[in-house]
């Protein structure tokens, strides 16, 4: 891999000491299959990790690692991650690097290195599940990741041997299925009947984004529809994505809900487009999930006020939103990078990072839908709503802290929000 060499050349290059590591989690001699770089005398470690075309470099910063002194290798890093079209992310940790385990790691997490013969490739789960992978074309080892392309048909295995057809050809949903029957379910019952769904939705939101593209039918008068969709669809893979792991999955089913229709508005979608091409290619079914989808969109305004109005509730009735917030966690946004929210639209990136963290970290089921929710509307909210929100994300974050709690100034801030979220509502 040509990132992993550069990578490799910048940090050998500065005269540091390196271990590495292969995308396994395994030690490794070889550059070009490395994918974690740990300068164990300079305490950071570099980590490429990969999600079907996504690529990020996380810089992970312990301790006794001095930012001033290595400023131009950071700088460097950074330059090659954005040459090869990679997100790029710097960790403060504090305390000292000391990498676990990274093959026991993967496999903590369950999912094992796709293996198999020239036509077809497995993956293994924990629980004696497996991922089958049909190839259209035969796979070349010699090309890193090529078991994941050229996709003929997807098939999960349980651990009695019974094989369920994947109707899709989306590796990542495949493996959310998979985990799934790995956790005891069944592609038949109602979360199995949720990931084929969302599933469906994806192929629909990408065939509708790829025709409008392909046949330049965007404009001023359709471009709301096209963004909303590309919104929905962000929103549905970052879904699938998180079901392949132990905690998504578990929010997932705690957290799950029925899609409600709005049958009361109709939405007219062809007529928004100056050249009516859907009919010839017989996208039907795609343009009523794309109404579907915009009506949604369009019913969220009064979904948030009734979101905004349950949270007034819960803070003014003193609710216990089960927080607890560690101020050193490396994942609160406050200890990422700044960097990564500098820019004009840094602070609702931050925000949104924000209200993301403090669901996840909550164990109140209705305070993790809430923010959630808010979380993925921020976009589409008035300005006045947006710093209402900013508010209640620092009460919440100061007043749930594992430690130095400052009682009156959260006590000031909660005041401050009962009164907007009052003014608000009225």
């Not at 950074?78 to 079209?85: I, Q, T």
């Not at 994941?148 to 369920?164: Q, Y």
């Not at 009735?317 to 994942?331: A, M």
């Not at 923010?371 to 710093?387: A, D, F, I, R």
């Amino acid at each position: 891999m040509q990132l992993s060499t550069e990578i490799f050349n910048i940090i050998k290059g500065a005269n540091i000491k390196l271990r590495l590591f292969d995308f396994e989690g395994n030690k490794t001699l070889d550059a070009d299959q490395s994918a974690r770089f740990y300068a164990y005398d300079q305490d950071f470690l570099v980590t490429i990790r990969t999600e079907n075309d996504e690529v990020e470099v996380v810089v992970q910063a312990g301790a006794d690692f001095s930012f001033d002194k290595h400023k131009d290798l950071l700088a460097s890093i950074k330059k090659a991650g954005h040459n090869a079209m990679a997100e790029y992310t710097i960790r403060k940790f504090d305390k000292n690097i000391a990498p676990k385990d990274f093959a026991s790691e993967t496999v903590k997490e369950g999912y094992a290195r796709a293996t198999g013969s020239l036509k077809t490739s497995y993956i293994q789960l924990p629980e004696s599940t497996r991922l089958i992978i049909k190839h259209s074309k035969g796979v070349n080892e010699e090309i890193r990741g090529s078991r994941s392309r050229n996709i003929k048909a997807l098939f999960i295995e349980n651990s009695a041997g019974e094989r369920f057809s994947f109707p899709h050809k989306y590796l990542a949903g495949a493996k959310a299925m998979a985990k799934h029957v790995s956790m005891g379910g069944t592609p038949y019952d109602e979360i199995g009947e949720s990931i084929i769904s969302i599933c469906k939705e994806v192929a629909e939101c990408n065939q509708f984004v790829r025709h409008v593209r392909s046949n330049k039918l965007v404009n001023e008068g359709n471009m709301d529809i096209v963004e909303t969709v590309k919104l929905k669809l962000k929103e549905l893979k970052q879904t699938v994505h998180s079901l392949q792991t132990s905690r998504g999955y578990n929010n997932f089913q705690s957290s799950s809900t029925p899609i409600v229709e709005n049958s009361d508005k109709e939405v007219d979608i062809t007529g928004k487009f100056m050249y009516n091409t859907f009919q010839a290619a017989n996208m039907d079914a795609v343009l009523e999930t794309v109404a579907r989808i915009v009506k949604e969109r369009d019913s969220m305004t009064d979904l948030t006020k009734e979101y905004l109005s349950r949270l007034y509730d819960m803070i003014k009735n003193k609710e216990d939103f089960k927080l607890s917030i560690d101020p050193n966690d490396p994942e609160h946004p406050d200890n990422e990078d700044p960097v990564k929210y500098s820019g004009g639209m840094g602070a609702m990136a931050k925000l949104s990072s924000m209200l993301s963290y403090l669901a996840m970290s909550s164990k109140n089921d209705e305070a993790f839908n809430l923010l959630s929710h808010l979380g993925t509307e921020l976009h589409n909210m008035p300005e006045k709503t947006v710093m209402l929100l900013a508010k209640i994300v620092m009460y919440l974050d100061k007043n749930n802290k594992t430690s130095e709690k400052q009682a009156e100034p959260a006590e000031s801030i909660a005041e401050s929000v009962v009164n907007d979220l009052r003014r608000k509502i009225s």
